[in-house]
């Protein structure tokens, strides 16, 4: 009993004192992770959701299919609900996805009739560092919408068809990240008269991050206009991703920047290599340093700069090294300067022989 007010203690294992803390409260595990960003907001919110919502899209009737229908919680589509929304988060913490720009689709499967693709991918106009897994779409191959949010009023992102337009043409991708990265849209920049169609860097060791590339690799990032409404980008992306088979990244004028890569972790960490590539380009061109240029390689052969400093100094007027002169025109020492030479000799070794 309690000796202060005389109430019994609370029971072990209630009351947060007690260590009865919901699951949500550990986002470090796993499960706690899954269960914070799939359905628990970040902001406090009023009696319903929003987004920002335009008429610039065909996507514009899905939002009427959004009314809080049954969610599919099968265990992988609750994970990359989740994920998608967790790194969302991250990016609009980055900078990458201001206001309620950007977004990012993964897919799951095999594509058999047991393991259909399903497609999952951000809403239009929502903000992505509130944004929770339940929000997400999931949609198949074709894309029609197999499970809508869960939020009223979502609608299918602008760029809804630019995901499909790289999974088909690379179907070993399973992720596609778009931002709106400052040095991204920046790098687009680059030429003043904005004519380039392609952003080329070379000798930095993040190319290798991008993938398919190497340090010394020139890399090469095709660059399309923009357009007016987003899903007006899917014919010129389409056209650079046939054209530059080895790139993963298409470059929007203006705009931002697509990324993709065979699963999440490859997407993201190209991403990442891509932007700081951008950033180093843009900075370089501040310098007045051309970052598509191969740089003057300095040579690293120490016998041919002997070679090279012998010659410079043979060239010279007041030549007084022995190993620059003809032995044909070398003097001879007289009789005397022999005799002193040899009585030194003797001097230093009866020397080393007291210490011997």
Same mark, same amino acid.
């Given at each position: ?9 609370? /029971? ?6 007690? +260590? ?10 796993? *499960? ?56 969302? $988060? ?8 201001? %206001? ?32 929770? %897994?339940? *929000? ?42 778009? /931002? ?13 008269? $904005? ?12 190319? +290798? ?6 340090? @010394? ?28 088979? +080895? ?42 340093? *051309? ?30 090294? *022995? @190993? ?17 030479? +040899? ?7 009866? $020397? ?5």
């Amino acid at each position: 009993m309690n000796k202060a007010d005389g109430r019994d203690p609370p /029971t072990p294992g209630n009351g947060w004192t007690n +260590k009865d803390v919901p699951l949500m409260m550990y986002p470090q595990t796993q *499960d706690g992770q899954v269960h914070l960003y799939q359905c628990h907001r970040r902001y406090i919110h009023t009696s319903h959701g929003w987004s920002r919502t335009g008429s610039a899209c065909p996507n514009d009737a899905v939002a009427a299919a959004s009314s809080g229908h049954k969610i599919n919680h099968d265990d992988e589509a609750k994970v990359v609900r989740s994920l998608i929304s967790q790194l969302s $988060e991250k990016y609009y913490a980055k900078g990458w996805m201001p %206001g309620t720009g950007g977004g990012m689709s993964i897919r799951i499967g095999s594509g058999t009739a047991d393991d259909p693709f399903a497609v999952f991918s951000t809403p239009s106009g929502i903000q992505k560092e509130d944004m929770v %897994g339940d *929000d997400v779409f999931e949609q198949d191959i074709d894309q029609n919408v197999i499970t809508p949010p869960i939020t009223p009023g979502l609608k299918l992102s602008s760029m809804n068809n630019i995901w499909f337009v790289v999974y088909n043409l690379r179907p070993s991708t399973r992720c596609v990240i778009h /931002t709106h990265s400052m040095y991204a849209q920046l790098a687009t920049l680059l030429d003043p008269s $904005e004519q380039s169609d392609i952003f080329q860097i070379t000798h930095q060791e993040m190319i +290798k991050g991008v993938g398919n590339h190497a340090y @010394d690799s020139m890399l090469a990032i095709p660059i399309i206009d923009n357009q007016r409404s987003e899903n007006l980008l899917a014919p010129d992306i389409e056209k650079v991703i046939q054209k530059y088979p +080895k790139c993963n990244a298409v470059l929007v004028r203006r705009h931002g920047v697509y990324v993709w890569g065979d699963s999440w972790e490859e997407a993201k960490t190209r991403l990442e290599s891509f932007d700081y590539l951008f950033e180093t380009a843009v900075k370089m061109k501040s310098m007045g340093i *051309d970052p598509g240029v191969v740089p003057k390689k300095k040579n690293a052969d120490a016998s041919t700069d002997t070679i090279k400093c012998k010659e410079n100094r043979a060239a010279s007027k007041d030549v007084t090294i *022995d @190993d620059t002169i003809e032995p044909s025109k070398k003097r001879k020492r007289t009789d005397t300067e022999l005799k002193n030479s +040899k009585e030194l000799t003797q001097t230093i070794d009866s $020397e080393i022989m007291q210490y011997a």
